[in-house]
């Protein structure tokens, strides 16, 4: 059991974060080619800012405020068992999520190439908050 806060900035060819039973802060920042975390058991606050190449994400049982802006090419994410709020901004080339049996909030802004979406067991009339700009093929 632990409390971390965790800046990250400049040019970050890769970023591995595995946060066990804790409650994390983590801002990174610039030009990332892969941001990769595992967090299991936690209240996370995430942020993430800049020309990120990969983004890959898994948390499960935990609290999740995420806010993701810039260039993101690929951006991926499983989440289970939480309330989450996930807002995405930017030039996103690619955006998948697999987010089944939570609360879910969800807004997605800019230039999205490729969005795919997995709710598992949820409704459609769960999603509080659903925005996007038109699909690019």
């Not at 983004?55 to 939480?82: N, S």
Request: glycine share 6%.
């Amino acid at each position: 059991m632990r409390r971390d806060d965790c800046t990250v900035h400049g040019d970050i060819r890769h970023l591995e974060i595995n946060r066990v039973i804790d409650n994390s802060n983590v801002c990174v920042h610039g030009d990332i080619r892969h941001l990769e975390t595992n967090r299991l058991k936690c209240r996370l606050d995430y942020l993430v800012h800049g020309d990120i190449r990969h983004l890959e994400i898994i948390f499960l049982l935990c609290h999740l405020a995420m806010v993701v802006h810039g260039d993101i090419r690929h951006l991926e994410m499983l989440m289970t068992l939480k309330p989450k709020t996930i807002e995405v901004h930017g030039d996103i080339r690619h955006l998948e999520t697999n987010s089944p049996a939570l609360q879910y909030y969800y807004i997605v802004h800019g230039d999205i190439r490729h969005l795919e979406i997995n709710l598992g067991v949820m409704k459609e009339s769960e999603i509080r908050s659903w925005r996007h700009t038109p699909f690019r093929k």
